[in-house]
């Protein structure tokens, strides 16, 4: 009569399955879960994180939406900062924007990462998107994406009372705040752009393209994926040998 194995030799089993997948296929189980993906080239290991869609923060957004949700974001940026294995980040961005909290807890995080880092804007930065662009150490964007610049607002029941007001100033003076002090716009210029009444037919703000992005000092470079993979490979070997271009 044919026995059963135990219960915990099966899961034992189960795991031993797990710790043998192939790279490749952890990559793809990675790209499934998180839309991130870790490679390895030039003696260098790089996190891939994509910020894409609308930025989910506390309220769960229809199913139909492309999303980039943001408790699973931050305990990944904590796994790259601690993980000796991993040298740096690129963050590529293709947003929306969304909510403004979770959006500057990301910025944040990436912000205050000892490991080089470095973004990519494709097709869009908006809204939030901004913040979480310029996060990073060394920002590029696209020729053919954009980023637009707007005061913070919400939908929904409001109650319009001056404490409402004056929420929405000190939420917008946090950002802009974030954007002056890690890119190379001034407050003045960009409170200016925000409240732009003459380019958006039903909103106020502005758009900017891929140079003007970079004109305005919001970014810092116009480039590709190789450009932005070329810097970070160049931030990591400086941050390796910090005194090498000084012999």
Known sequence: MEQKKPVAEGA?????????????????????????????????????????GQIEGHTVLPSQNKTTKYEHVIPTLVSIEEDPEIDGLLMILNTVGGDVEAGLAIAELVAGMKKPTVSLVLGGGHSIGVPLAVAA???????????????VRMNGLLLGVPQTFTYFQRMQTRITQFVTENSHITPERFHTLAMNTEELVMDIGTVLDGQKAVDEGLIDAVGSLSDAIEKLNALIAEQRHPDKDRD
């Open 12 to 52: 034992a089993l189960l795991e031993k399955d797990d710790n043998t997948k192939s790279d490749d296929q952890q990559d793809r189980d990675r790209i499934t879960e998180s839309g991130a993906v870790v490679t390895r080239n030039g003696g260098h290991t790089i996190h891939t994180l994509t910020i894409i």
């Open 137 to 151: 150490k060394y920002s590029f964007i696209a020729k053919s994406a954009s980023m637009t610049v707007h005061p």
